[in-house]
């Protein structure tokens, strides 16, 4: 990884303090909430400080995690010695979380298991050290599912994390606790990752900006080439420019960078795109008339801003690709089972993993030897297919879900096995962007009748985040939904 100099820093910040500045001319509306790019140029002119924004930060997550429970290990004496240490990089001061899933030295490592429960994490993790270059601070760890395995956010280790735009609805996952904590205002911006939509479910349940990035594209994911590394790191926030920044400081670059590095995007493009545009998610199932309707107004937005639609099937079999993903995602579980079972020093059982883990590991036992390599090449030829369909379009638009935010109900652990099961793999559609290594990024492009937030997704090509970037700052300026409020807020 190259480093950026001091100076480098600078002049970064310099662009994002320059960056589409936020305005508030929504009807009724008074202010836009202060995000992380505000935060930071605060900072430098000295009209605040670390020590200050982390303080009032950590007020905010204890007003706001008893009804929420986004954040499951505070580390409130940790973040104010950061603060008072001094800060720099782009982002300097800026209060934020590390989602559970990923090693912080010292401090809780859970991956929202009852099995790690009392581990500590004993290094930082690559990406974390690159994190806490760009001078943010964080105060504490986000929750999680367990072991980043479902589509919602209810951990029994740690209950469930609540939707601050209704507690009885979830928030998805896996990145559920920080999309939470950054809806309700608790931070500006907060750490995320995703293996099949962990970033992007819950953004679109929270009302938030969620980019998925290309593979091998972030800091520590130098090796990542294959089909089956799934996993990439980045953010949730409120704004585009937020997202922009953090993505900008995190990814990768130098002799080991996979791509070009994209850098600062700062506003909306001069290109006007080639947008195809599938009303079903990507698993086929239809969407809910409150789904239908965001998506139906989003295509006259979009030919208004110079762009063209036009209708885009899926470029490959769905039903095939489907059952490949349940053997892929079986045997992964199988892996994470056994892997627990030699941390653990005995067979991980019900009273070390939830029910919904197990059953996960049990398809990937009783697949047959070969049923691995069989999924890898049905799911290759699905990429071939998704990706071809960019050398006729630039960017492939689809709602993120095909229904609102799930009620806390739908994926209780409390269901039998089977159920969970079925409703897990008809939750997370966005997969097929993990597979193909393309980034995707979901916007807060409406709501439903009953207020809850709803998103659309947007992919591209790999190494094409710059255009996702500028699109979404496109469609940020038109409908300002950093504006929106949810009932639970302390901003």
Same mark, same amino acid.
């Given at each position: 990884?190259?480093?950026?100099?001091?100076?480098?820093?600078?002049?970064?910040?310099?662009?994002?303090?320059?960056?589409?500045?936020?305005?508030a001319q929504a009807s009724g509306a008074t202010a836009a909430p202060m995000d992380a790019v505000a935060m930071a140029e605060a900072v430098r002119q000295g009209r605040t400080t670390p020590s200050e924004l982390v303080e009032a930060a950590i007020a905010r997550l204890e007003r706001a995690n008893p009804?929420?429970?986004?954040?499951?290990?505070?580390?409130?004496?940790?973040?104010?010695?950061?603060?008072?240490?001094? $800060?720099?990089?782009?982002?300097?001061?800026?209060?934020?979380?590390?989602?559970?899933?990923?090693?912080?030295?010292?401090?809780?490592?859970?991956?929202?298991?009852?099995?790690?429960?009392?581990?500590?994490?004993?290094?930082?993790?690559?990406?974390?050290?690159?994190?806490?270059?760009?001078?943010?601070?964080?105060?504490?760890?986000?929750?999680?599912?367990?072991?980043?395995?479902?589509?919602?956010?209810?951990?029994?280790?740690?209950?469930?994390?609540?939707?601050?735009?209704?507690?009885?609805?979830?928030?998805?996952?896996?990145?559920?606790?920080?999309?939470?904590?950054?809806?309700?205002?608790?931070?500006?911006?907060?750490?995320?990752?995703?293996?099949?939509?962990?970033?992007?479910?819950?953004?679109?349940?929270?009302?938030?900006?969620?980019?998925?990035?290309?593979?091998?594209?972030?800091?520590?994911?130098?090796?990542?080439?294959?089909?089956?590394?799934?996993?990439?790191?980045?953010?949730?926030?409120?704004?585009? $420019?937020?997202?922009?920044?953090?993505?900008?400081?995190?990814?990768?670059?130098?002799?080991?960078? $996979?791509?070009?590095?994209?850098?600062?995007?700062?506003?909306?493009?001069?290109?006007?795109?080639?947008? =195809?545009?599938?009303?079903?998610?990507?698993? =086929?199932?239809?969407?809910?008339?409150?789904?239908?309707?965001?998506?139906?107004?989003?295509?006259?937005?979009?030919?208004?801003?110079?762009?063209?639609?036009?209708?885009?099937?899926?470029?490959?079999?769905?039903?095939?690709?489907?059952?490949?993903?349940?053997?892929?995602?079986?045997?992964?579980?199988?892996?994470?089972?056994?892997?627990?079972?030699?941390?653990?020093?005995?067979?991980?059982?019900?009273?070390?993993?939830?029910?919904?883990?197990?059953?996960?590991?049990?398809?990937?036992?009783?697949?047959?030897?070969?049923?691995?390599?069989?999924?890898?090449?049905?799911?290759?030829?699905?990429?071939? =297919?998704?990706?071809?369909?960019?050398?006729?379009?630039?960017?492939?638009?689809?709602?993120?879900?095909?229904?609102?935010?799930?009620?806390?109900?739908?994926?209780?652990?409390?269901?039998?096995?089977?159920?969970?099961?079925?409703?897990?793999?008809?939750?997370?559609?966005?997969?097929?962007?993990?597979?193909?290594?393309?980034?995707?990024?979901?916007?807060?492009?409406?709501?439903?009748?009953?207020?809850?937030?709803?998103?659309?997704?947007?992919?591209?090509?790999?190494?094409?985040?710059?255009?996702?970037?500028?699109?979404?700052?496109?469609?940020?300026?038109?409908?300002?939904?950093?504006?929106?409020?949810?009932?639970?807020?302390?901003?």
């Open positions: 990884m190259t480093k950026l100099t001091r100076r480098g820093f600078a002049q970064a910040a310099a662009l994002l303090a320059a960056a589409s500045p936020l305005k009804q929420i429970n986004a954040v499951a290990y505070p580390n409130f004496e940790r973040a104010r010695a950061m603060a008072a240490a001094g $800060r720099t990089g782009p982002l300097a001061g800026v209060p934020t979380l590390i989602k559970d899933v990923t090693p912080q030295n010292g401090l809780p490592f859970t991956f929202g298991s009852r099995a790690y429960r009392n581990r500590i994490g004993s290094i930082d993790s690559p990406y974390v050290v690159a994190v806490e270059r760009t001078g943010v601070v964080s105060i504490g760890r986000s929750t999680t599912p367990e072991l980043g395995l479902s589509g919602t956010t209810q951990a029994l280790l740690t209950g469930p994390t609540r939707n601050p735009w209704n507690l009885d609805h979830s928030v998805g996952g896996s990145s559920g606790g920080a999309a939470a904590a950054v809806a309700a205002g608790v931070v500006p911006v907060a750490h995320a990752s995703d293996s099949g939509g962990s970033i992007r479910v819950p953004a679109a349940a929270n009302g938030l900006v969620g980019l998925k990035p290309s593979r091998g594209r972030m800091v520590g994911a130098e090796l990542d080439r294959a089909l089956t590394d799934l996993t990439v790191n980045n953010c949730v926030s409120r704004t585009v $420019r937020d997202t922009a920044a953090w993505f900008a400081a995190t990814e990768l670059t130098g002799p080991g960078a $996979r791509y070009a590095p994209v850098g600062v995007v700062t506003g909306p493009g001069a290109q006007r795109l080639r947008i =195809g545009v599938h009303p079903a998610e990507t698993n =086929g199932a239809p969407s809910s008339p409150d789904v239908e309707a965001v998506f139906a107004q989003a295509l006259p937005l979009l030919r208004r801003l110079g762009h063209t639609t036009s209708d885009q099937p899926l470029g490959f079999d769905l039903g095939r690709a489907n059952e490949a993903m349940r053997v892929m995602f079986g045997v992964a579980a199988a892996g994470r089972v056994k892997a627990v079972g030699v941390d653990l020093g005995h067979e991980a059982g019900p009273d070390d993993l939830e029910p919904l883990t197990l059953g996960l590991a049990e398809i990937g036992r009783r697949s047959p030897p070969d049923a691995m390599g069989g999924a890898v090449a049905t799911l290759g030829e699905a990429v071939q =297919g998704y990706i071809a369909q960019f050398d006729t379009i630039d960017v492939f638009m689809t709602p993120t879900q095909n229904k609102p935010p799930v009620p806390l109900s739908y994926l209780d652990q409390s269901l039998p096995l089977d159920i969970q099961m079925e409703r897990l793999f008809g939750f997370a559609p966005t997969w097929i962007d993990n597979i193909a290594g393309t980034p995707a990024i979901t916007l807060p492009m409406g709501q439903s009748r009953d207020g809850l937030p709803l998103g659309l997704q947007f992919s591209t090509r790999p190494g094409g985040e710059a255009i996702l970037l500028q699109l979404a700052f496109e469609l940020e300026r038109e409908l300002q939904w950093y504006l929106r409020k949810p009932p639970i807020w302390v901003g």
